[in-house]
């Protein structure tokens, strides 16, 4: 499985297509490495099928493909997208071996979403770290025992396997194997021209720290926390709380911990905490971090990283300075971000 063959002058993208495959998950990808050409030419992306016909994708457009598998030579990295559909419907017997088959012609082998069941039915996963959409990975996870699911990564690097959460993490995926290629300016370049985050590293969380844990049941609690996420860097009091949500102090506290597990100044300094978190990952500086997620002072958010994650900002920001994070498995840190 996956040649480690010699690399042609130019890298060939193939992205192997099937009835039902999610748009995104593969138009995604595509469009960083057509934009990559744009920096530092030498990407061609290839379309594949089974067969070589064409596939009907999940929005309904039929796709014309370049070839079949069998037939489309030799690439420098193969990505395999996902699909809404069940993967006990859209991971045929023709797909598996469509997917055999280019693992012995690429140098990297990559899944998108619920893509990861083709490899791991192969069993190119067994033993290796790997991830999918949150909403796949349990069931990746009990049909696959052998592969060592990470279900709160955005895209994981073992060897030369990659894979990546669902739809915009497979943009991600996509920027990190551009760097590999081409260094981290280029990448960021790509990034910039196509107007997303380059700084969403391997080890970073699918979920953003208002979407973490419990959500509100009742309107009064939505909210609070609504005025929390709005503003985060207000200096925000139980008492301010209460009062916007027009209930006691004792009220307002009794359903935090109620439906979210948290007291209200808990949970003010959770959402600090992940905008903090999410500002170094987008390259700002710990001082305007601290700034923007209401921390009085540098050594006010230094204090608080320590605390929850052993490490300075400076230093966890430099864990994810790039998309190269993939390459260095931290699993403190890897578990900090999510």
Known sequence: ???????????????????????????????????????????????????????QTSIGARI????????????????????????STFVTPELLAAARHLSWNTRRLASICSGAFVPAE???????????????????????????????????????????????????????????????????????????????AGGQSQFSASLSGPAPRSPLVRKAVDLICADPAFPHTVQTLADHARVSVRHLTRLFRSELEHSPAEYVA??????????????????????????????????AFVARIGVSPRKYQQRFRSTHSITTPDAELTAAAS
């Open 1 to 55: 499985m996956v040649s480690d063959g010699a690399e042609s002058p130019r890298r060939r993208i193939g992205i192997l297509l099937f009835d039902g495959v999610k748009t995104l998950d593969f138009v995604g990808p595509a469009e960083v490495f057509i934009e990559a050409n744009q920096a530092a030419p030498g990407y061609d992306v290839v379309l594949i099928s089974p067969d070589g016909t064409s596939v």
């Open 64 to 87: 014309e493909v370049s070839a079949a598998a069998t037939d489309a030579g030799r690439f420098d990295t193969v990505i395999i997208p996902g699909s809404e559909l069940p993967p």
């Open 122 to 200: 192969l069993g190119f996963l067994d033993g290796r770290r790997a991830t999918t959409h949150w909403k796949f990975a349990a069931d990746l996870a009990r049909r696959y025992p052998a592969v060592v699911v990470e279900p709160d990564a955005i895209f994981v690097r073992d060897g030369n396997l990659y894979s990546s959460a669902g739809v915009a993490a497979g943009i991600d995926l996509a920027l990190a194997l551009v760097e590999e290629d081409h260094g981290a300016d280029i990448a960021r370049r790509v990034a910039q021209l196509l107007v997303v985050y380059m700084q969403r």
């Open 270 to 303: 959770f959402i600090r905490f992940g905008v903090a978190r999410d500002m170094l990952h987008a390259g700002h500086s710990v001082t305007e971090a601290a700034a923007a997620a209401g921390y009085g002072s540098s050594e006010a958010l230094r204090r």
